[in-house]
């Protein structure tokens, strides 16, 4: 061992002792970083800052570990110019040798000249007034976070940490804020930390509040579908039954016509006991007109025990010889009247005839 205040031991005993020099430490080192093999990034000149500043990004951590001269940096970084940004340097390089200027023979003078062309004079600005308006919206905690420290270091912004928590914090969406405001945190770190738990309970109250909603929804859906139906329905019905009004002419009878009535089962029983039996008679007259609905009917009481009041429904006009035998005549409501054999109005002294089954 080496003790302080005694000489260094020569480099035999040193190396027996396991000591090693530090500039050979060094010389290791650079011959280790100097067997990796990089590829610089190639840069085309884009009119975009943001391209700019991250293939700055790029090379200056490839010559962070390359002990290379000014001069091989600057021709390093030129030899992977493509496009505009190969044709704008030839020109720098010519302007100055025109000019007798001395070449740029420095990384860092390499990058003022290139800030100095892509990236404009407002750009800092922007990124000052994008700060100002940051928030997170629609991104995650870790999106927003990374968005922010990347404009700050972009707009090379230096504050305090302080500074940066409450930036932080008050672009949070305001579900996340409230519960972050009672959790502890001493900096920024853990302060995205808790921000990002915060962000998996709300989103997990949201699907959960999400599915209770799509119940409540699929319900009113099935609720609105079936009125939705039901109108559609009515209305269907609405228009077949105006289509076919449509078609029919209001019957309206004045006292002294004649008429044949339909014996409805349930008013005639005894007259409908039988398929065989007629389903209609007459002709008979109509005595009195109650309304358009309603008509008083001069049937024979003596065989028919039943009320003469009869509805326009159950009234078929007679035509008299024009009528043809066996023919067939659909009352409005009452089914199918078949008569057949049909003759003059009778004399008082006739029988009235009955229709054939």
Known sequence: MVGRGRPPPPPQVARDEGIRPRRR?????????????FNMPKFKGEDDAEAYLSWALKVDKIFRIHN??????VAMASLEFEDYANTWWEQVVTLREEKGDPPIDTWEDMKEEMQARFVPTHYKTDLFNKLQKLKQG???????FKEMELTMMRA??????????????????????????????????????????????VNEDIKYSKTNMDFDERTTAIKKLHEETRATIQEHVLR?????????????????DLVWIHLRKERFP?????????????????????????????IPTSKYLVSNTFNVSDLSPYHGDEE??????????????????????????????????
Request: aromatic share 8%.
């Open 25 to 37: 430490n060094m010389e290791d080192e650079e011959n280790m970083y100097g067997k990796l093999k």
């Open 68 to 73: 290379y001269s000014g001069a091989k940096k």
């Open 138 to 144: 629609t991104k995650t905690v870790e999106e927003f």
């Open 156 to 201: 090379n912004i230096q504050e305090s940490e302080n500074q940066t928590i409450a930036r932080f914090f008050n672009g949070l969406n305001y579900p996340i804020k409230k519960i972050v405001e009672f959790q502890p945190y001493s900096n920024m770190v853990e302060l995205v930390h808790q921000a990002s738990k915060a962000e998996r309970q």
């Open 240 to 256: 077949q039954a105006t289509r076919l009004n449509a078609k029919k002419k209001e019957r309206v009878f004045e006292e002294g």
């Open 270 to 298: 005894q007259e409908r006991n039988s398929k065989l039996k007629p389903r209609g008679d007459g002709p008979f007259k109509v005595l009195k007109r109650i309304n358009n609905n309603a008509y008083v009917i001069d």
């Open 324 to 357: 043809e035998q066996e023919s067939r005549t659909t009352l409005s409501q009452g089914g199918e009247m078949m008569r057949g054999g049909l003759r003059s109005p009778p004399h008082q002294d006739q029988q009235v005839p009955q229709v054939d089954p």
